[in-house]
């Protein structure tokens, strides 16, 4: 069962009410209005949606034990995004009608397209059927609420939308409490294990446990500690995770090793170079969240390693006691839970500052009982006390301990009860920033500024009168969702951030069918299983992606994110190609499309049907060998982000650039 559905639903009706207020009392969309006779229907599409509104958290409490009001909500959730699609509509006429009559310096192609745009919108796609399509659907919806019986709750008894400062809890995200004896214990087989038997061969010393538990955080208590930094020549990390490539892990052990990037692919070449390195030396490799068990894979792994110290070791980290048996040399060590001592350490520190509730005496029975309910998970403990994080009301605190979602049936669920609690008490401004991050594959990292103007770009960071700019705002929101461990810092790059495997879970589990990885929809038979319903789509990047691999996307009739990812990152050194076909047929198709990422491809134009994709904001390019961009691209009139970074090709911009009149960020 979905528990986010409703949250989300909520802060998309939330976005549009205020978008609906924001633009019908702008002047030049309140001019096309009067015009063309929309207002009256705008006054009505608002107060159809204000009594839905009040009755949302009714219908999020019933959700979990009436199927029928998640079926309305779902309703509701395809009905929002299309509000807002024909919204967008409205306003890019009025924009562009606006621009058209104030400027000058237009040329004929983008005349040309802003009057083919009006033949299609006013002829193909009217005003009227439109409205008289959004208006019948809502009032489906309002008596269909009114007939599951939703009660309104006006200032309801759950605070969604107050936000707080999120860089706090940074100080203390790097606190470890109960690990110490479990971190000497794996020192003391790291420097004192030699008398164990081994076969002619490295020493591998596996760390097995469920997720969550922090194996990762033992394994980098260890790496990071003096004693083993003094006794290993050499030390290097790499995480391994679901998807496993030997050149990729090959090419990354090489890179820790020499503190330099590599541009060899070959694996015998990055085998030789990785066997040189370690020839003779004492060395620590620590293989972070193994999950392939097979012998041969690992056999041909490992070859390179037979050439250091005896004294050599290898940590793997694995939640699968198979992969333990494959690789350990040694007995697997396993991680146990934490004690319940230590867990209620660290929920205060991450709660209330403090590593007890002396400043807080009233909170500490119901505090103990969460920690209880959290079974010695720290991820749990840590993420249920960031959402609590300077919430000091009993009240508030035993709202969690109480909620429902503990006791819903877990059969086709592995998210664990106190992750759901996370998002379901979450702020409902962070709600769908986090579901969409849901498009980026386990251990991928991403930059703060990368996420940020993609959620601007979706819609889901609105600009308040008077206050600070979307940008900034939208660093907050990235900020307390770090705060609240859904994010965290890379142990690569302090610039970068990724997700825990069980937080990026959550993320998809969350998200539904709005969001989806291409690469997680294949069936046994190699058919791709995509629902009508996906607005958001991301896909890794491979060095020839042929027509068939995005023939799924015919389906998605109104998907507003199109986002190709690299298959690790760095990978910049990996040439691309894209079938042609995508843009001579497939873009024509996304009209919906927001957000379009083709960085990373072999490609050296764009079509001129680019400059159809009226609802795009963000258009990446980088590091593809585009040389020039059509001029019908000047009539993206809510174009806000243009990055075209490493574009080495590129001799010259369009002369209508100062027509994208929304244009916040280029970065050339």
């Known amino acids: 069962m979905d528990c986010g559905t409703a949250v989300v639903v909520e802060n998309i009706i939330s976005s549009l009410l205020e978008t609906l207020s924001e633009e019908v009392v702008s002047p030049m969309l309140l001019e096309f209005a009067r015009k063309e006779k929309l207002h009256n229907h705008f006054n009505n599409w608002q107060t159809i949606l204000l009594k839905i509104q009040a ?103 759950r605070n969604r939308g107050q936000r707080r400062i999120a860089s706090t809890s940074l100080v203390n995200k790097s606190l470890v409490f109960g690990r110490e004896s479990d971190k000497d214990f794996i020192i003391n087989k790291l420097l004192f294990g030699e008398e164990e038997s081994c076969e002619g061969g490295v020493r591998v010393i596996p760390i097995v446990g469920m997720g969550g538990l922090g194996k990762t955080t033992l394994a980098q208590l260890v790496y990071n500690d ?35 990037a590599s541009d060899k692919n070959d694996l015998n070449e990055l085998q030789v170079e990785v066997k040189k390195k370690l020839s003779k030396n004492r060395f620590l490799i620590v293989l972070d969240d193994v999950w392939n068990e097979n012998y041969n894979d690992w056999m041909a792994l490992r070859s390179p390693f037979e050439a250091g110290s005896p004294e050599s070791k290898i940590i793997v980290t694995t939640r699968n006691q198979p992969v333990a048996s494959t690789m350990g040399t040694v007995p697997a060590f396993q991680l146990k839970e934490m004690s319940y001592d230590h867990c209620l350490s660290l929920f205060a520190q991450h709660a209330l500052g403090s590593t007890n509730f002396d400043n807080h005496p009233n909170l500490k029975v119901v505090g103990e009982a969460i920690v209880k309910r959290c079974k010695g998970l720290p991820l749990a403990v ?19 301990l109480n909620s429902k979602i503990w006791d819903l049936p877990e059969k086709n669920c592995d998210i664990l009860p106190a992750l759901k609690l996370s998002y379901y008490y979450l702020p409902s401004h962070l709600k769908q920033c986090f579901a ?43 900020h307390d969702l770090l705060s609240r461990s859904f994010f ?11 997700m825990h495997d069980l937080i990026n879970d959550l993320a998809q589990y969350v998200a539904g069918e709005v969001c989806f990885r291409l690469e997680d929809k294949v069936n046994s038979n190699g058919q791709y299983n995509v629902s009508e319903r996906v607005r958001h789509s991301s896909f890794i990047r491979q060095k020839y992606d042929v027509f068939r691999k995005f023939e799924p996307f015919y389906k998605t009739k109104c998907l507003r994110t199109f986002l190709a990812l690299p298959v690790f990152v760095p990978d ?64 993206l009139c809510h174009l806000q982000t243009l990055d075209l970074s490493h574009c080495k090709n590129l001799t010259k911009l369009p002369q209508g650039m100062g027509n994208l009149i929304s244009l916040h960020y280029l970065n050339i």
């Open 55 to 157: 009755v949302l958290e009714d219908a999020e409490d019933r959700q979990f034990t009436d199927r029928f009001v998640k079926i309305w909500l779902n309703e509701l959730k395809d009905l929002a995004y299309d509000i807002e699609d024909v919204l967008d509509d409205f306003s890019t006429v009025a924009l562009r009608q606006k621009s058209k009559e104030e400027s000058q310096t237009i040329i004929g192609k983008i005349r040309k397209y802003v009057y083919s745009f009006f033949d299609q919108f006013t002829f193909k796609y009217s005003l009227a059927a439109q409205i008289k399509e959004i208006t019948a659907r809502m009032q489906k919806v309002v008596k269909q609420k009114d007939d599951l019986g939703l009660i309104e709750r006006i200032g309801g008894s």
């Open 226 to 260: 003096d004693r083993v930094k003094t006794f290993f020549k050499l030390r290097a990390w790499v995480c391994v995770s679901e998807e496993f490539d030997i050149v990729r892990v090959m090419k990354t052990l090489l890179e820790s090793l020499t503190s330099m």
């Open 382 to 400: 840590k993420t249920l006390a960031g959402l609590l994080r300077c919430k000091t009301g009993y009240h508030e605190w035993e709202n969690i």
């Open 436 to 478: 969409y991050c849901s498009l980026f594959p386990k251990d991928y990292e991403f930059q703060k500024d990368e996420v940020v103007h993609l959620w601007i770009a979706v819609g889901f960071i609105h600009q308040p009168k008077g206050m600070k700019e979307v940008e900034d705002l939208g660093s907050e929101y990235f």
């Open 488 to 498: 965290q810092q890379s142990s690569v790059s302090k610039s970068c951030y990724m």
């Open 572 to 635: 910049l050194e990996v040439e691309c190609y894209l079938t042609n076909k995508v843009f001579q047929d497939l873009l024509a198709k996304l009209g919906c499309l927001r957000v379009l990422s083709l960085t990373g491809y072999c490609i050296s134009e764009l079509p001129d049907c680019i400059g159809d994709l009226s609802h795009l904001r963000y258009l990446n390019l980088s590091r593809t060998k585009i040389i020039y961009l059509p001029e019908s691209l000047c009539a």
